[in-house]
């Protein structure tokens, strides 16, 4: 078993490094998530947070980066005009590159020139921009830190009432209570509680990720008087899912997903299908300490 997990952990690096050599090859148009994706072999609805969890940036601000750091090797070695290395690194005015400079440079442009400074972005994976190409081997972040590992399970239909909510992942709580509330005023028991999001947090601005607030019900519940609120019926389709169990308050979770995506899921050696991720409450948070809360991670496989 071990040396198993071993050889599904290399491929998934090997193909991490893939997708990473992809991107460094096309700077001048970087390739998409989807068809990195494509090129390394890897699903495409769950690829975006796969690569930014093992090397610490989304693609498309891995890609911004490099390029301004070829940007910042143009400024000093070679005599192309600030505007002309502008448009190379992509951005359509001076201005607007410079901005972007500063940010990461802290300094403008011309300063940079001026006094020949280093080249390369200090960030996690150690990957940078090279004339010659990449000249270090990436730092992914799949190292073993964590004792809790992915397991694969598989759940039958789970049939839920759900609530919509869009707007940043952490105050989907908002909607719970409201979904809490409402099931109160018409005896809906309280089953477990389960969380639904659609969207990858790396990719999808804040107040445009979606997602829902759900509880389990039986096959055929008829759904009452709705109050006015976003109410309906889902099925979360079975099958053979990956499952990751984040112990503690829910204010961990996050890291748990980087977890789940960077070390643990990597191990198991399934291809990720598409869909949506999900979360499974196996406790009362009102009844329960938060140490000893229980939350369920579920990614669904081919």
Same mark, same amino acid.
């Given at each position: 078993?071990?040396?198993?997990?071993?050889?599904?952990?290399?491929? =998934?690096?090997?193909?991490?490094?893939?997708? &990473?050599?992809?991107?460094?090859?096309?700077?001048?148009?970087? !390739?998409?998530?989807?068809?990195?994706?494509?090129?390394?072999?890897?699903?495409?609805?769950?690829?975006?947070?796969?690569?930014?969890?093992?090397?610490?940036?989304?693609?498309? %601000?891995?890609?911004?980066?490099?390029?301004?750091?070829?940007?910042?090797?143009?400024?000093?070695?070679? %005599?192309?005009? &600030?505007?002309?290395?502008?448009?190379?690194?992509?951005?359509?005015?001076?201005?607007?590159?410079?901005?972007?400079?500063?940010?990461? =440079?802290?300094?403008? !442009?011309?300063?940079?020139?001026?006094?020949?400074?280093?080249?390369?972005?200090?960030?996690?994976?150690?990957?940078?921009?090279?004339?010659?190409?990449?000249?270090?081997?990436?730092?992914? /972040?799949?190292?073993?830190?964590?004792?809790?590992?992915?397991? &694969?399970?598989?759940?039958?239909?789970?049939?839920?009432?759900?609530?919509?909510?869009?707007?940043?992942?952490?105050? &989907?709580?908002?909607?719970?209570?409201?979904?809490?509330?409402?099931?109160?005023?018409?005896?809906?028991?309280?089953?477990?509680?389960?969380?639904?999001?659609?969207?990858?947090?790396?990719?999808?601005?804040?107040?445009?990720?979606?997602? %829902?607030?759900?509880?389990?019900?039986?096959?055929?519940?008829?759904?009452?008087?709705?109050?006015?609120?976003?109410?309906? /019926?889902?099925? /979360?389709?079975?099958?053979?899912?990956?499952?990751?169990?984040?112990?503690?308050?829910?204010?961990? /979770?996050?890291?748990?997903?980087?977890?789940?995506?960077?070390?643990?899921?990597?191990?198991?050696?399934?291809?990720?299908?598409?869909?949506?991720?999900?979360?499974?409450?196996?406790?009362?948070?009102?009844?329960?300490? !938060?140490?000893?809360?229980?939350?369920?991670?579920?990614?669904?496989?081919?």
């Amino acid at each position: 078993m071990k040396s198993m997990r071993t050889g599904t952990k290399l491929e =998934y690096r090997q193909r991490i490094e893939m997708a &990473i050599e992809f991107i460094l090859e096309n700077l001048d148009s970087p !390739p998409t998530a989807v068809e990195v994706a494509d090129y390394a072999g890897f699903s495409r609805h769950h690829f975006g947070r796969v690569f930014s969890m093992a090397v610490g940036e989304p693609i498309a %601000e891995f890609a911004r980066r490099l390029r301004l750091e070829r940007a910042a090797w143009s400024l000093d070695q070679t %005599e192309k005009s &600030i505007t002309e290395i502008a448009f190379e690194a992509g951005y359509e005015s001076h201005e607007g590159f410079s901005r972007a400079f500063r940010e990461w =440079y802290h300094v403008a !442009p011309s300063e940079f020139r001026s006094r020949s400074s280093r080249h390369e972005i200090q960030v996690q994976c150690q990957v940078h921009w090279f004339p010659a190409g990449r000249r270090s081997v990436p730092v992914l /972040i799949m190292q073993d830190e964590t004792n809790m590992e992915a397991r &694969i399970e598989h759940l039958d239909d789970i049939h839920v009432v759900a609530l919509r909510h869009q707007g940043p992942y952490y105050q &989907i709580g908002e909607k719970f209570g409201q979904l809490s509330q409402w099931a109160g005023r018409h005896q809906v028991p309280m089953n477990m509680g389960v969380a639904i999001y659609y969207d990858n947090p790396d990719e999808v601005a804040a107040y445009d990720l979606r997602s %829902e607030a759900c509880m389990m019900v039986g096959n055929g519940f008829a759904l009452p008087e709705t109050d006015g609120l976003d109410l309906r /019926i889902l099925t /979360i389709q079975g099958g053979d899912h990956a499952m990751f169990t984040h112990m503690g308050p829910y204010d961990g /979770i996050g890291d748990a997903w980087a977890m789940f995506f960077g070390q643990a899921l990597p191990k198991l050696g399934r291809e990720c299908a598409e869909g949506p991720t999900f979360e499974i409450y196996r406790n009362d948070c009102r009844v329960v300490k !938060p140490e000893e809360l229980r939350t369920d991670l579920y990614i669904r496989l081919k």
